[in-house]
């Protein structure tokens, strides 16, 4: 069976909101990441997700993460956003759920739209953002939305954003950030929070990192060669296992992950730990059709692997049929 043939669930896929659009021309007059903006509508997303034979997909908002004005305006836009993806699921309710965002690095608002995604929205999850503008997810003020979201059982995805501070010169300045430094943004991020024991003491979340883990397969020896160093300073208790940690996180595979990461990241976790992701709209689509390809066609893909990154890991994360 073709890549395309196969029936797909799609972990991570983004909706385009005309308020997040006109925000961001209004504060930052497009774009800053220096990708170019794809166009999103409910339609062009259906018929992509048709001619792929994605059955069900989750979307949320990519990067910038919304903090783009006062706490205010922040909040506002983030509940309009959040609305308009609350639509686009009530009206095709068996194509999509919604991964809700938060007006970070906001507490009070964001506590706020967190019950407001649950209560009312009925949403799937919520996606928080590697940095907001510099406040990183792993900032202590910030751990009280952990612990909410502890407390909900919530799935939260990872979104990666522009870290401030990137030396000039050091790349063109036409460099897309998405390029290389979402992948150091994540990384940076994952290894935070495993340090500080989150995915340990907030263990009710089920946490789906991007694009494979970045360049977690490639660092996690090197953080468990640390484990003696961290815990003579203090960084981590005596227990700490990184392994055991990394083997409870979920991946989605979004991007060219079939040659490389995915194997390796293979002999992180188990094979229930991971889903097919577009990146849609933001991957043009033959580099998704090459990259599924790629993915399905690799020599380690059996059927049994298949049908559980297709779809089955998908089902069991989410609790319900959906192909």
Known sequence: MSFKQYQKVDIHAHYIPQCYLDAMNECFGGNPDKFPQPTWSPEKHLAFKEELGIAFSLVSVSSPHMNFGTPEYNAVLARKCNDEGAELVRNHPDKFALIASLPLPDVEASLKEIAYCCDTLNVAGFTLPTNTRGTYITAPELECIFAELDKRGALVTFHPNKPTGI?????????????????????????????????????????????????????????????????????????????????????????????????????????????????????????????????????????????????????????????
């Open 167 to 323: 030396p000039e010169g050091v790349v063109s300045d036409t460099f897309p950030v998405p390029l290389m430094e979402f992948f150091f943004d994540t990384t940076r991020v994952v290894v935070g929070l495993v340090t500080k024991g989150y995915m340990t003491k907030y263990s009710n979340i089920n946490y789906l990192l991007p694009h494979c883990g970045a360049l977690l397969g490639y660092i996690a020896d090197r953080l468990k060669s640390f484990r003696p160093v961290l815990i003579s300073t203090g960084t981590v208790e005596e227990g700490f296992d990184v392994e055991k940690i990394l083997a409870g996180l979920y991946y989605d595979l979004a991007g060219n992950t079939a040659a490389k990461q995915f194997p390796n990241m293979r002999q992180i976790a188990d094979d229930s730990r991971y889903f097919y992701a577009s990146d849609f709209p933001f991957t043009p689509l033959p580099v998704i059709i090459s990259a599924g390809e790629d993915l399905f066609n690799a020599p380690y893909m059996d059927d049994v692997l298949k049908d559980k990154v297709a779809f089955k890991n998908a089902e069991g994360l989410l609790g319900k049929k959906l192909v």
